[in-house]
């Protein structure tokens, strides 16, 4: 299995901007589809993004478009999430989590396998 540690959560004010990690231990960290998700309290946890295997495919939530941007790099086993612009919206607990299959198009909780602890994000007006 795979480990996963997020980091790089904070407080800042509407319009600024945090880089999220997700660092991996365990398995070899390229297996897997990375995805990002975010609850705030009393809501559903939501879909962020998603990354391929390879980096090279992204898929985001109409809400994180333009805004927001995945990436990683697999030989520091390490997949980040650049968020800019932000809103008081965007407040929540952000989590990456791994998921096994190939596919990016996997937005959904319950496709994924591994989850990290989550980082707290707030953004304030």
């Known amino acids: 299995q795979v480990q996963l540690v997020e980091s790089g959560g904070g407080l800042v004010q509407a319009g600024g901007s945090l880089r999220l990690s997700c660092a991996a231990s365990?398995?070899?960290?390229?297996?897997?589809?990375i995805g990002w998700f975010r609850q705030a309290p009393g809501k559903e946890r939501e879909f962020v993004a998603t990354?391929?295997?390879?980096?090279?495919?992204?898929r985001y939530a109409d809400s994180a478009k333009g805004r927001f941007t995945t990436s990683r790099d697999n030989d520091k086993s390490t997949a980040y999430l650049q968020m800019n612009s932000l809103k008081p919206e965007d407040t929540a607990v952000y989590s990456c989590?791994?998921?096994?299959?190939?596919?990016?198009?996997?937005?959904?909780?319950?496709?994924?396998?591994?989850w990290g602890q989550g980082t707290q994000v707030t953004v304030s007006s």
């Open positions: 990354i391929s295997r390879g980096g090279v495919t992204t």
């Open positions: 365990g398995r070899t960290f390229s297996r897997y589809v």
């Open positions: 989590a791994a998921r096994v299959g190939v596919s990016v198009d996997a937005n959904r909780a319950p496709d994924y396998d591994y």
